[in-house]
């Protein structure tokens, strides 16, 4: 019995490599921005809430919330691991917790009948809280999120340390927000307001106060200074550095040409003691005159 050959046939052809992060998180932006215009819109500008545009909101808006703040989930899981709590722990619960308190509206609530509106308001009344969705809200907040994670990225600053607005936000200002979600919660639940009062204003606090954990303002400026900085040939090693700039009143070279345009130039001629202009200009016989 002849043992017959058996051929292998292998797959040269390149692998498609992984796409690079900066490109993935433009595509996430851009699919985010797309998808939470319309429910921005509709939950904002009453004249376009057709019949059912409620569930419409909610389709486009999930994606949004789940699959375009998934940077934020990861992170919030990351740090829950570690037994810490991050800005994008605001961003998760306030995202998931719209999220859910929509579903609950739409489905128990009469925020999901035919016909129904939302109308722009400030403020929402109790009788108003069961029938008041956020997806409007969370979904612009993880608009911003991702504007931030953009820029970062694009500044390719991700290996600087963390500035002190960034220290406050984790020591501070999440634990804060945190603690003022609970006692929300827990005053309206005292007050009698309902279970939906003391839920709604809960899931507005978390989602006021995801931005103002991120401090998207400051960490933004301090890496677009430090790339600014490495652009012009200044070595910056992290914001804190641009932070302390702020007391600096003298600075002090100590190296001759530090301090140069990089381009040599006749500053003046001197001949037999008459010096000519700056362009460079001769006068009086050669040989008795020297140049600074």
Same mark, same amino acid.
């Given at each position: ?22 490109? *993935?998180?433009?595509?996430?932006? *851009?699919? =985010? ?32 919330? %789940?699959? =375009? ?34 579903? #609950? ?23 108003? #809280? ?41 020591? %501070? ?8 979600? %609970? ?11 309902? *279970? *939906? ?11 006021? =106060? ?16 430090? %790339? ?37 130039? &006749?500053?003046?001629? &001197? ?5 000519? =202009? ?15």
């Amino acid at each position: 019995m002849t043992a017959q050959p058996v051929m292998a046939q292998l797959d040269l052809s390149p692998t498609q490599p992984p796409p690079h992060p900066l490109q *993935a998180l433009r595509e996430r932006l *851009a699919v =985010g921005t797309a998808l939470a215009a319309p429910v921005v819109a509709l939950s904002t500008v009453p004249a376009l809430q057709f019949t059912y545009w409620q569930w419409i909101s909610l389709a486009f808006g999930a994606p949004v919330l %789940v699959w =375009g703040a998934w940077p934020s989930h990861r992170a919030a899981w990351n740090a829950l691991r570690h037994g810490t709590a991050g800005p994008d722990t605001l961003v998760c619960l306030g995202t998931l917790a719209a999220l859910g308190w929509t579903v #609950a509206a739409l489905l128990l609530g009469p925020a999901g009948a035919p016909g129904a509106t939302q109308p722009f308001r400030l403020l929402i009344e109790r009788a108003e #809280a069961g029938s008041a969705t956020y997806l409007d809200v969370a979904t612009a907040v993880t608009v911003l999120v991702l504007v931030g994670r953009y820029l970062q990225a694009r500044a390719h600053a991700a290996d600087l340390r963390l500035s002190d607005a960034e220290r406050l936000a984790r020591r %501070v200002v999440v634990p804060f927000v945190l603690v003022l979600a %609970v006692a929300t919660l827990g005053f309206w639940l005292g007050t009698d307001a309902g *279970a *939906a009062a003391a839920f709604s204003a809960a899931v507005a606090v978390l989602l006021v =106060g995801c931005p103002c954990a991120l401090g998207l303002a400051a960490p933004t400026a301090l890496l677009a200074g430090a %790339v600014r900085g490495a652009q012009l040939g200044m070595l910056i090693k992290g914001p804190d550095v641009l932070e302390s700039m702020q007391a600096v009143d003298t600075v002090v070279v100590d190296m001759t040409g530090t301090l140069t345009t990089g381009q040599m130039s &006749v500053h003046r001629v &001197v001949t037999d003691g008459v010096a000519a =202009g700056e362009d460079g200009g001769s006068g009086g016989e050669p040989g008795g005159g020297s140049s600074s």
